[in-house]
Nanobody, 121 residues
Framework: QVQLAESGGGLVQAGGSLRLSCVAS??????MGWFRQTPGKEREFVSA????????DYTDSAKGRFTISRDNTKNTVYLQMNSLKPEDTALYYC????????????????WGQGTRVTVSS
């Protein structure tokens, strides 16, 4: 089992930045990702990263603004979010797969409780 704990959410004005962090309860060498959800909508993929950071993936709306990274020495994955927009407002979840390399549509087995991001206009 792996527990994931997100932090770093908050209230920010449009155009601002936030860095989300996700700490795993033990070292994991799996692909990890970030998802987000707003009320009444399905949870959507935001970004993912391979276990060794060799490859990353982003949803179209995050490309050029968000950067995912990880520090396996700290069991931590980050999501740097710049140029935030009101439509980025959501509950952001960290998740981990059980495979080392990410591929679109793969199953994420472990989930955190989420950290809320609110972007004001």
């Amino acid at each position: 089992q792996v527990q994931l704990a997100e932090s770093g959410g908050g209230l920010v004005q449009a155009g601002g930045s936030l860095r989300l962090s996700c700490v795993a309860s033990r070292p994991i060498f799996y692909a990890m990702g970030w998802f987000r959800q707003t009320p009444g909508k399905e949870r959507e993929f935001v970004s993912a990263i391979d276990w060794n950071s060799d490859a990353t993936d982003y949803t179209d709306s995050a490309k050029g603004r968000f950067t995912i990274s990880r520090d396996n020495t700290k069991n931590t994955v980050y999501l740097q979010m710049n140029s935030l927009k009101p439509e980025d407002t959501a509950l952001y979840y960290c998740a981990a797969t059980t495979l080392p390399y990410y591929s679109p549509g793969m199953r994420f087995e472990y989930w955190g409780q989420g950290t809320r991001v609110t972007v004001s206009s």
